[in-house]
C-alpha cells in the first residue's frame, strides 16, 4: 500500500503565497512522477505542475511564471503558488508515478486532497 499525505492547504487572500507538500510512503520501490493537480468546483481536474524523478518540471499555462514545484530528494513534493488569483481555488491533489519493485510495471497513486480558497 501506497500513501499520500497533503498539507498546506486553507484560506488565503489573493496576491499572497501558499505552499503545498506531500509525502508519500508505503511499498515504493522508485518514484518516477510527481506532481500536483487541482478540481474546482464544478470542473474537471487539471494538471498544475510535475516534478519527474530526473528533475525535469512541467506547469500549466495557468500557473507558468507564479509557481515551482519541487522534491527534497526523497519522497516529498512541494508546490508553491505566488501571486494568488481566486481562479486558483479548488481541490489540490498529490499525484504519483512510481514502482514497487525494480522490475515491476508503473503504479499511480491520488492524495485525498486538500482544498485551497482564495479570497479576492
Known amino acids: 500500500q501506497v500513501h499520500l499525505a497533503e498539507s498546506g492547504g486553507g484560506s488565503v487572500q489573493a496576491g499572497k503565497s501558499l505552499e503545498l507538500s506531500c509525502t508519500a510512503s508505503g511499498s515504493i520501490s522508485s518514484i518516477n512522477v510527481m506532481g500536483w493537480y487541482r478540481q474546482p468546483p464544478g470542473k474537471s481536474r487539471e494538471l498544475v505542475a510535475t516534478?519527474?524523478?530526473?528533475?525535469?518540471t512541467h506547469y500549466a499555462d495557468s500557473v507558468k511564471g507564479r509557481s515551482t514545484i519541487s522534491r527534497d530528494g526523497g519522497n516529498t513534493v512541494n508546490l508553491r503558488l505566488d501571486n494568488l488569483k481566486p481562479e486558483d481555488s479548488g481541490t489540490y491533489l498529490c499525484?504519483?508515478?512510481?514502482?514497487?519493485?525494480?522490475?515491476?510495471?508503473?503504479?499511480?497513486?491520488w492524495g485525498p486532497g486538500t482544498l485551497v480558497t482564495i479570497a479576492s
Open positions: 516534478i519527474a524523478r530526473g528533475g525535469d
Open positions: 499525484h504519483l508515478k512510481y514502482t514497487r519493485t525494480r522490475y515491476s510495471p508503473e503504479w499511480t497513486q
